[in-house]
């Protein structure tokens, strides 16, 4: 990276400074838990604040000291490149978490909602019923084992990490993502079935639960997906 040409730069004025910028820049770019990126953002900013308050030391003015604090760290793009590693090591545990507290919770509203059915709407047995829950268990199923794996690479297993754990932490996470919103279509797509069946069979004041535990956790299962795809990309990058 060139140096930058500070002979003829100003003093320090009014406003915020090029580290100020420089920080929203890299803030930006970076993805993963709100408090782990507000963390990143003040270890950088106490790391350029070091560097810049050592070329004060030097003779120069703060604006000239900022950027040469800048122009040695990289640009946003290289500072967030390098922390995103662990944003795929924190984002894989996020997800781990959401889907560990998220199956029970669904599967608890869900149940709420079955049990208070009062007939059956499927009283013939049903191929269509037969494959939904068929798909529902083996969905079920691969979401825990996906969202547990995830947590293992996540604790860094020293027999695991030795053969590429990013690599796996990443799979089993978008594992978990992709059964756990199969599994909630599933059920959702039999909720609308039986309520177009007979409509008497559904237990409406109780449907709030489950469509309001479906929607939480859908958006948590929505924004953890985007962030963890988003790092991976991030660090086969870098």
């Not at 922390?83 to 996020?94: D, S, V, W």
């Not at 083996?138 to 979401?143: G, K, P």
């Not at 859908?218 to 988003?230: D, M, N, Y």
Request: hydrophobic fraction near 50%; include cysteine; aromatic fraction near 6%.
């Amino acid at each position: 990276m060139d140096r930058l040409d500070l002979t003829d730069d100003p003093g320090p004025t009014d406003g915020p400074g090029p580290i100020d910028d420089y920080l929203r820049d890299v803030a930006v770019r970076l993805c993963g838990p709100r408090r782990w990126r507000e963390e990143i953002v003040e270890e950088v900013r106490d790391g350029l604040a070091e560097t810049a308050a050592a070329c004060r030391e030097q003779g120069m003015n703060p604006t000239a000291a900022q950027r040469t604090a800048i122009a040695e760290w990289g640009s946003a793009r290289v500072v967030a490149g390098a922390y995103a590693r662990a944003a795929l090591h924190a984002t894989g545990k996020r997800v781990g978490t959401v889907v560990l507290l998220g199956v029970p919770l669904l599967v608890a509203t869900w149940w709420a909602v079955l049990s208070q059915r009062v007939r059956d709407p499927f009283p013939q047995p049903s191929p269509g019923v037969e494959v939904a829950a068929n798909v529902l268990g083996v969905s079920a199923l691969l979401t825990v084992v996906g969202a547990l794996l995830a947590w293992v690479f996540s604790k860094g297993v020293r027999s695991l990490a030795r053969h590429n754990s990013e690599r796996w932490r990443y799979r089993a996470s978008v594992t978990a993502v992709i059964c756990m919103g199969a599994a909630m279509s599933v059920t959702l797509t039999v909720q609308i079935a039986q309520a177009l069946v007979d409509p008497r069979s559904v237990a409406w004041p109780w449907l709030a639960l489950p469509l309001g535990s479906s929607a939480l956790v859908g958006t948590a299962l929505l924004t953890e997906g985007r962030r963890l795809v988003v790092a991976r990309r991030m660090w086969a990058a870098g």
